[in-house]
C-alpha cells in the first residue's frame, strides 16, 4: 500500500507557474500508473494528468494541454505536475492519486485509483 502527500500548492497570479509534488511512501511510484486530479466547488473530480505505469504514456486534459508537465522522479520517489501559464480556472484542490490496475493505459476515471493524497489548493487569481 503506498500513502500519498502532495505540496507546492498556493496563490499564483494569473500568467504565474506553480510545481506540485506528490511524495509517495511504502511502495516506489513505479509500480503505479499516477494521475493528478482536481475538483472545484460544485464540478466533479476530474483528471488534468496522467502517467502510465510503464512510464512511456502520459495523458493531460484538453484544458491544460501544452501548460502542464507530468513526470516522475523514481529515485525520490515523487511524481511532480509543473503548471505553467496559469489561468483562474485552473483553481482547485490538486490531488495525486495511484492505481496499479494497467501497465501500458493511462486511466482517468477517479473510480479506478484506489489511492489518494489529501489535496492541496491552487488559487489564480486573475
Known amino acids: 500500500q503506498v500513502q500519498l502527500v502532495e505540496s507546492g500548492g498556493g496563490f499564483v497570479q494569473a500568467g504565474g507557474s506553480l510545481r506540485l509534488s506528490c511524495a509517495a511512501s511504502?511502495?516506489?511510484?513505479?509500480?503505479?500508473?499516477m494521475g493528478w486530479f482536481r475538483q472545484s466547488p460544485g464540478k466533479e473530480r476530474e483528471c488534468v494528468a496522467g502517467?502510465?505505469?510503464?512510464?512511456?504514456?502520459?495523458y493531460y486534459a484538453d484544458s491544460v494541454k501544452g501548460r502542464f508537465t507530468i513526470s516522475r522522479d523514481n529515485a525520490k520517489n515523487t511524481v511532480y505536475l509543473q503548471m505553467n501559464s496559469l489561468k483562474p480556472e485552473d483553481t482547485a484542490v490538486y490531488y495525486c492519486?495511484?492505481?496499479?490496475?494497467?501497465?501500458?493505459?493511462?486511466?482517468?476515471?477517479?473510480?479506478?485509483?484506489?489511492?489518494w493524497g489529501q489535496g492541496t489548493q491552487v488559487t489564480v487569481s486573475s
Open positions: 492519486a495511484a492505481e496499479d490496475h494497467g501497465w501500458r493505459v493511462v486511466t482517468t476515471a477517479p473510480s479506478t485509483y484506489d489511492y
Open positions: 511504502g511502495r516506489t511510484v513505479s509500480s503505479y500508473g
Open positions: 502517467i502510465s505505469r510503464s512510464g512511456g504514456r502520459t
